[in-house]
């Protein structure tokens, strides 16, 4: 195991060794991964997405073994099974993530039960109201990210929510999310003024991730120029999310297809049981791969703990020296 370590206040916070959170993602972010990432000195959180199944969090919490782990949550989601909270929170996890939609009632109930609520967001409106709401750890997701978000670039939504909680609320601790996949993007981050990152992707393209293999190999063969924001997926699954949401996945067959025929893919019945079965069968050219635009900087499957070990170690070089320049000599 390396021995660096960077010390930020959300390692300080969390009592973790290094200030790498593992994202919740839907189904993929299983037990398995965030119990490795948690190991490795990051913090791992359960994916969760839209709470279907109640089985899924009693299975993966216990696959995560005695690993201390944090839970996701899609709020707007949530907010029709709030039972699932209740019976998440028991389980004392090491961080609620609440992400789309108002964090109430929700943030203040894991507060009172003791629990650091992370808020992830996309616009500084929402860094507002996730202030108001008492939030410990805002998130600031940047358009870049896989999965559901927003039309800010990390670049200026994390530095401009810097300054708002400078002046608001300067004990709340801020992390950047959206396309981090590796050493540069988190020392670009702490320079950015966040405390931490949260990392999707590259923890999507990991060993212990939920993701069926032929969806990990069409990603690894992708640029980041190969993915794109959409509502496809969304309408074809009947996943009801609010309309300022996108989804940002790699582009295939499907979405070719369908880009710019949402109404008519709504009212496509066919579709819906042609999707379900690709999906099932892990086909590329119909399945959502969900990822980001890091996806162009990912090469190679590998243990979480490996990934995280390297983004710290070199992270802590960069922040150490400086950017090394080719060609610009010792
Ligand atoms: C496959 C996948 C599924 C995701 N599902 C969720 C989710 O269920 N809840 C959530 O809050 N965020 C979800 N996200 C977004 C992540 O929390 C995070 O913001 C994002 O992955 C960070 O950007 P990156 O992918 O560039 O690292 C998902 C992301 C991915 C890649």
Known sequence: MAQVAISTRLTERLQIRHPVICAPMDNI???KLAAAVSSAGGLGVLGGGYGDEE???????????NQRIGCGFITWALRRKPELFEA???RKPAAIFLSFDDPEPFA?????????????????ADAERALDCGADVIVAQGTEAGGHGGSRATFTLVPEIADLIAQRAPRTLLCAAGGIADARGLAAALMLGADGVVVGTRFWA?????????LKLAALAAAGDDTVRQRLFDIVRQRAWPSRYTGRVLHNDFVREWLGREEELAADTFQRERYRAAAKAADPQIAATIVGEAIGLIKSIEPAGVI???????????LARGPVIAGAGP
């Open 29 to 31: 972010a299983g037990g």
């Open 55 to 65: 089985a899924w969090f009693e299975r993966e919490f216990g696959a995560a073994g």
């Open 88 to 90: 998440v929170l028991v």
């Open 108 to 124: 203040s109930r894991a507060r009172a039960a003791g629990i650091d609520v992370f808020c992830q967001l996309q616009t500084r």
């Open 206 to 214: 990991c060993e212990e991730s939920l993701v069926p293999a032929p």
């Open 308 to 318: 995280l070990e390297r983004m710290v170690a070199e992270a802590e070089r960069l």
